[in-house]
T-cell receptor, first 113, second 112 residues
């Protein structure tokens, strides 16, 4: 959808295991974002990237790390998954032209058991 | 984010009725975005407002930006079942390329 894909779409993992979610774009946009969506909290920013190897923390970054070694891929890693990280994770890209909002991926539903 | 408050949290309307969703910021708005999310799916961009007094429409959905009140309203005319979903507002609260912050969303149900 609009050049952004997330993988996997669904994942169940055990507490304490590392997990990596992938966001891939085909449109060469500079800015990429990871959000999590939880009932009662809406969308909250985890990390974002403004270029290759350029990343910054968001509102809820504890327990997460990111990497961007090439423009098209933005990886989100849960270093040691906890049940509080059970959520739906969305990746987004920011088109270069003004007037159009972020384009979101379809989301990854992660369950930590 | 507490910086953006949406109201109401949920709304049930009868098909054909009009409705309004509000998004109020505690900080200066540098841009306001409206999204719709169908249950279990990703977010679809509806429209963006940047200037005070700006108003945009897409089919039966109209959004306005009140710069003085730091508030935006989303109005749906003659609601249809296809309008059901979660509506989220996102905002740029600082100048520059700061990421969007989002409200908690408004869940809309349209009943026949």
């Amino acid at each position: 959808d609009a050049g952004i894909t997330q993988s996997p779409r669904h994942k169940v993992t055990e507490t304490g295991t590392p997990v990596t979610l992938r966001c891939h774009q085909t449109e060469n946009h500079r800015y990429m974002y990871w959000y999590r969506q939880d009932p009662g909290h809406g969308l909250r920013l985890i990390h974002y990237s403004y270029g290759v190897k350029d990343t910054d923390k968001g509102e809820v970054s504890d327990g997460y790390s990111v990497s961007r070694s090439k423009t098209e891929d933005f990886l989100l890693t849960l270093e040691s998954a906890t049940s509080s990280q059970t959520s739906v994770y969305f990746c987004a890209i920011k088109p270069g032209q003004g007037g159009s909002g972020y384009t979101f991926g379809s989301g990854t539903r992660l369950t930590v058991v | 984010s507490q910086e953006l408050e949406q109201s109401p949290q949920s709304l049930i309307v009868q098909e054909g009725k009009n409705l309004t969703i509000n998004c109020t910021s505690s900080k200066t708005l540098y841009g306001l975005y409206w999204y719709k999310q169908k249950y279990g799916e990703g977010l679809i961009f509806l429209m963006m407002l940047q200037k005070g007094g700006e108003e945009k429409s897409h089919e039966k959905i109209t959004a306005k930006l009140d710069e003085k009140k730091q508030q935006s309203s989303l109005h749906i005319t003659a609601s249809q079942p296809s309008h059901a979903g979660i509506y989220l507002c996102g905002a740029v609260l600082n100048s520059g390329n700061t990421p969007l912050v989002f409200g908690k969303g408004t869940r809309l149900s349209v009943i026949a």
